[in-house]
């Protein structure tokens, strides 16, 4: 089955710090991202074991994602382990396109720093689509594979996988998602309309969706960009309704209160507002949240109005989860009267 647009989205980063940390890591071995993961510190003497293996069994993609696991950050400071890199990630699109690697972050080419390698790779891409034009599986890795540098691209292929399953909360998951690229940098009607679409998605996924949970975050927030406030409340006491104690329950917390918060601050209730703020800080955090950071979207508008005490408190709780020299670099700027750029924070 092709991962949820989350996974697909954070695993080669989010994964690999991880299980730096943590050694036993409990991702299966069997999957793209689990073999990738068990090849990260392979010895030179392992991989060259591995690549002289592949010179008699092309064939072992199991070598293959646990080389692209090894490759994955030592391409960037190795033109050696660049070139490899690339090397099998052309062959699997162009021989196993089927492999579960090649929908993760480990198997994806960029256009500036791969170049030759990128175009080449999105037209074996685009050739196996050709093959196998109702392929919903190959239309959607090869639209993850286009998904950044393509996004237009990317949408078509979304929906030709949609329409190829469309019982399938996967591909209009993905919609959702590429709707949502970059929505906090967008403004007015552009805004409101990339909203609205990714909204759509959002809720076409949730139909077809038994654990709702993890969507539900993503609907909050679009709903709210969208300018529908009572979806946006509904979706997000329906996320505080289901919070426990399960992996990934801190980011219901944390984008729960969130959603509330944003409500209430723009019907002009500050005290509910910083109430929620505050709550969302509350959370014994999550991977993503530890590893990524908080969202910054409520305290950037709260110190839009001025109003510095609460966010400075927000910073300080979520330091109980967020080791990060950020949140003084920020502290530092709020209490100077400046309103921080908060870059990727105000996506996560």
Not at 100 to 124: M, N, R, V, W, Y
Not at 185 to 200: D, N, P, Y
Not at 205 to 225: E, N, T, V
Not at 294 to 302: D, G, I, Q, V, W
Request: contains cysteine; hydrophobic residues 40%.
């Amino acid at each position: 089955m092709t991962m949820s647009f989350r996974r697909t989205a954070c695993v080669g980063l989010l994964v690999f710090a991880l299980c730096t940390a943590a050694p036993g890591c409990v991702m299966g071995q069997d999957d793209g991202p689990g073999l990738a993961m068990t090849g990260r510190n392979l010895s030179q003497e392992a991989v060259r074991k591995l690549e002289s293996g592949l010179e008699s069994v092309p064939d072992d993609v199991e070598a293959r994602t646990k080389l692209l696991g090894y490759y994955f950050l030592r391409a960037h400071g190795s033109r050696e382990a660049k070139e490899a890199r690339q090397r099998h990630i052309l062959w699997l699109i162009g021989n196993r396109p089927e492999a579960p690697i090649l929908e993760t972050p480990f198997a994806q080419l960029d256009a500036t720093l791969d170049g030759s390698a990128f175009a080449e790779g999105k037209q074996a891409w685009l050739s196996q689509v050709a093959r196998e034009p109702n392929n919903a599986a190959i239309l959607g890795k090869a639209a993850a594979y286009l998904l950044f540098q393509d996004p237009a691209a990317a949408e078509s292929l979304y929906k030709r996988a949609e329409a190829a399953e469309p019982q399938n909360p996967v591909w209009p998951d993905h919609l959702g998602h590429l709707y949502a690229l970059g929505l906090s940098r967008k403004t007015g009607e552009e805004k409101q309309k990339a909203a609205q679409a990714s909204l759509a998605a959002y809720e076409r996924a949730l139909l077809h969706m038994k654990d709702r949970g993890d969507l539900l975050p993503d609907a909050a927030k679009a709903a709210f960009d969208a300018g529908d406030l009572a979806k946006a409340r509904t979706y997000a006491e329906e996320i505080l309704a289901e919070a426990g104690d399960q992996w990934g329950d801190g980011n219901k917390v944390h984008h729960g209160h969130l959603i509330l918060g944003r409500i209430a601050l723009r019907a002009g209730d500050v005290a509910t507002a910083r109430e929620h703020l505050l709550a969302a800080a509350k959370t014994s955090g999550s991977p993503s949240l530890n590893s990524f950071g908080p969202n910054m979207t409520l305290a950037k508008e709260f110190l839009e109005k001025g109003e510095r005490q609460g966010v400075l408190e927000y910073f300080k709780l979520c330091a109980n989860f967020w080791k990060n020299d950020k949140l003084d670099t920020w502290a530092t700027e709020v209490r100077a009267g400046k309103v921080p750029d908060f870059g990727a924070n105000l996506e996560y």
